[in-house]
C-alpha cells in the first residue's frame, strides 16, 4: 500500500509523464518503471505473480502484462499503476504480441502448448490454437496477417493465418526458439535459437529459410552464446541481439546477417526495447537484476541500473 | 472440462492441415524394465514409484508426438516389465522383433545381456538406470547410448564444486552394497584427477536402527576420522546416509549420496525452463521428476530429435546422426546436450543439490576442456577405454 502511495504521489508530481521504459520483474512481481532522461528508476508497481510479458496499447492508456504464474493477463492503467481488469488468458501466459487492430491478442501459453487469442474488448477467449511444446515466441506481421507463435521444446515456427485462425505452415529451427520478429516490412521472419545458438531467417512469401546468424564470442564457449531478445533499428539496418549467459548484446547489420560488434552488458541478458528516438537500447539482465542502457550509435554500454529480481521483459512508454 | 475438448478437437485439424509436404513416418519405442529386489533400508520415508523412468518416458512420448504432429511423424511407447528371475531376454527378443529402439531400465549385467543378443546388432539401446563407469569404458557397446550419467560423471562433478570451494581433505564412508562401492571408487577416482585428497575411509558396518540411535552411534563412528572439511557418503542405496548429517563429532558438511548430492536431475532445478518440463511431469505423474525419469525423457527425446532432424526412422541413419555435431538436445540444464562420440554417454551438465535448493552446476566455471566443459564430467576421450565406436 504504501508504495502504491508513493507511485501516485509521484505520478502526480510529474503530470507530463516523462518517457519511460517499464521492465518487469520476474521474481519480485512487480514492475520498475525507468526515466529516460534521468536513467533512474522511478517508481515500482505491484504485478500479479511472475510478470513477463508487458506491452502497452496503441494509445498508451493501457498496459497489458502476462503474470505468467497468476494465469492471467493484467491491463493496468500507466498512469496510476492500478489494475482495471484481467483478461482470459489461458494457463501460464509468457509472452503475447498485440494484433496493429489494438484490439487482439495474441497470447503464448507456455505451459498448455496452446496459442490464445483474446479480445480485450469484449474480454473474451475468442480462439485457442494447439501449437508446440512450450509456445514462447510471440510476433505478428505488419499487416496483421500472420501471427508466429514459437515452440521451445517442439523447436518450430508456427505460422498462424489471423483470419481463419489457423495454421498455415509450421517450420522447424534450431533448438528452443525465444523470439520471433517480422523484419523489412514483414517480408522477412527471424526466430531466436536459444540453444542452437542462431537466428533463423526466413521469406515469409515461401516460409522458406533463407539464411541463419550464428554467434561467436571471444573468450565464452559457444555452449554459453545463447540468443534470446532481439530488436532493430528504425531503419532496420541493424539489429541487437541478447545473447543470453553470455552477457553481450550482438550487433548484426540485417542487410548482410554479419555480425559486427558485441557489446558486454549485465548477466544472462534476456530482452530489450529502444526509447522513442531509439538513440538509447535497454536490456534486461535477468541474474545481476539490472537493466544495461546502451548507446546505439556508439554501441557501447553506458550505464547500468539496478531493477528488481530477473528483469525479465522491456516497454517503452513514450 | 469444454476446453480440453475443444483442445482435442483442433489437435485433430492440426495433424491434418500440417500434412502438406510431409513423409508419413512411424516409430515404436520399448521401455524395457527388469525388476530388481533392493535391499531393506532403514527408513521408508521415501519409496521408490514404481513407474520410476518408465514416467519419463512416456513425457518424452507426449514431447515427440506433439512434434510429430506438425510433421506427420508419430511415435508408440510400449513398455514391458520383467519380474525378479522372470524372462528378460524373451521379453527384449520380442522387443527387438517388433522395434529396434529399446529405453532399458535394468542393471549393468543385463545390460549387457541384451545388447550382445544378435537381435540387438543394429538396435539403438537407452541405458537409463546403470551408472557404472564400465559400460561407458572396456564394457561399451556399439548400440549402446547412455541417459543417465555415469558415476564417474557425477563424482567429478563433486569433485569440481568441492575444489572451488577449496574444500579439499575428504573423509569418505561406504556402504556396504555394490552401487555404494562403485560411487565410493568414482569419488576416490575423482578426487586424484582433480588434486583433493581423501585423508580418511570407513565403511559402512551397522546393523543398528539409526531413527532411534543415530545421535550417539555416528559422532563416535566418526571420531577417529583426522581432520577433514567435508565427509563423503557412498550410500547410493540410501540406507544409513540421511542419519549422517548433523551427527558427526566434528560439524563438517556432508556430501555425496546424502547432503551435496550430485544428480542427473532433481526437482529442485528450476532454471532454464526446467520449471515447465517439472509442472509437465507433474501433471502427468502427479510426482516430482527423478534422475531416471530424466534419463528415459531425455532417451526418448533424443530419438524424437533425430527423427524430426532426418526425416527417418532407419537406425542407422538415426545412430550416425545422433553421434554427429549436427545432434543438439535442449535438456533444460543449460546448455545443448549431445552424445559422446567415443563411448555413447550424453554429454549433460550435471546439479548439485541438496533437498531444498541447486548449490551450484556442474562443470564449475574454470574447469576448462579443449572440446566443451561438460567432457571435464566423466571419461574423456583418451581415458576411455571404448574401441566399439572406433
Known sequence: MKALCASLALTLATPLAAEEIWVTNEKDDTISVIDVATLEVTRTIPTGERPRGITFSKDYSRVYICASDSDTVQVMDPETGQILHDLPSGEDPEQFVLHPNDRHLYIANEDDAVTTVVDTETRTVIAQINVGIEPEGMAVSPDGKIAITTSETTNMAHWIDTETRELFANTLVDSRPRHAEFVHGGKELWVSSEIGGTITIFDVATQAEKAKIAFEVKGVHPDRVQPVGFELTEDEKTAFVALGPSNHVAVVNAETYDVEDYILVGRRVWHMTFNSDKSRLFTTNGVSGDVTVIDVAKRKAIKSIKVGRFPWGAALRP | ?390
Open chain 2, 1 to 390: 472440462m469444454p476446453k480440453r475438448l475443444i483442445k482435442a478437437a483442433l489437435f485433430l485439424c492440426v495433424g491434418l492441415l500440417a500434412g502438406a509436404a510431409r513423409a508419413d513416418l512411424f516409430l515404436t519405442i520399448t521401455f524395457l524394465h527388469q525388476e530388481v529386489p533392493l535391499p531393506p533400508v532403514l527408513s521408508n520415508l521415501d519409496p521408490i514409484p514404481d513407474t520410476l523412468g518408465e514416467d519419463g518416458a512416456r513425457l518424452g512420448l507426449g514431447d515427440n508426438r506433439t512434434t510429430g504432429a506438425f510433421l506427420g511423424h508419430n511415435y508408440a511407447l510400449q513398455t514391458a516389465s520383467v519380474p525378479p528371475g522372470g524372462d528378460l531376454i524373451a521379453a527384449a527378443k520380442s522387443a527387438l522383433t517388433a522395434s529396434p529402439y529399446l529405453v532399458l531400465n535394468a542393471p549393468a549385467a543385463d545390460v549387457l545381456r541384451i545388447t550382445d543378443l544378435p537381435e540387438a546388432a543394429s538396435a539403438l539401446i537407452f541405458n537409463v538406470a546403470a551408472p557404472d563407469t564400465r559400460l561407458r569404458d572396456a564394457d561399451c557397446r556399439t548400440n549402446l547410448f547412455h541417459t543417465l550419467p555415469s558415476e564417474a560423471m557425477r563424482a567429478d562433478a563433486l569433485m569440481q564444486a568441492l575444489q572451488r570451494k577449496r574444500f579439499v581433505r575428504l573423509a569418505l564412508i561406504t556402504g556396504p552394497h555394490a552401487p555404494d562401492k562403485a560411487f565410493a571408487h568414482a569419488l576416490r577416482r575423482s578426487a586424484v584427477k582433480f588434486g583433493l585428497k581423501i585423508v580418511g575411509e570407513k565403511e559402512w558396518d551397522f546393523d543398528a536402527d539409526m531413527r532411534r540411535n543415530a545421535s550417539q552411534e555416528v559422532p563416535l563412528f566418526t571420531q577417529d576420522f583426522k581432520d577433514h572439511d567435508v565427509l563423503l557418503v557412498a550410500d547410493e542405496i540410501h540406507d544409513f546416509g540421511r542419519y549422517i548429517a548433523y551427527n558427526t563429532w566434528l560439524p563438517r558438511p556432508v556430501a555425496g549420496s546424502e547432503g551435496l548430492v550430485p544428480v542427473a536431475w532433481s526437482r529442485v532445478v528450476e532454471q532454464w525452463g526446467a520449471a515447465q518440463l517439472q509442472s509437465r511431469f507433474k501433471e502427468l505423474t502427479g510426482r516430482d521428476m527423478r534422475p531416471r525419469d530424466y534419463a528415459a525423457w531425455a532417451a526418448v527425446r533424443a530419438l524424437g530429435e533425430a527423427v524430426t532432424r532426418t526425416e527417418s526412422n532407419d537406425p542407422t541413419r538415426l545412430r550416425a546422426f545422433i553421434l554427429s555435431d549436427q545432434f543438439e538436445l535442449a535438456g533444460f540444464k543449460g546448455r545443448p546436450q549431445s552424445f559422446r562420440p567415443w563411448n555413447g554417454q550424453m554429454r549433460q551438465p550435471i546439479p548439485l543439490v541438496t533437498d531444498r535448493a541447486v548449490v551450484i552446476q556442474a562443470p564449475v566455471e574454470g574447469f576448462l576442456h579443449q572440446r566443451t566443459e561438460l567432457d571435464t564430467l566423466g571419461l574423456d576421450e583418451p581415458e576411455s577405454r571404448c574401441e566399439a565406436f572406433q
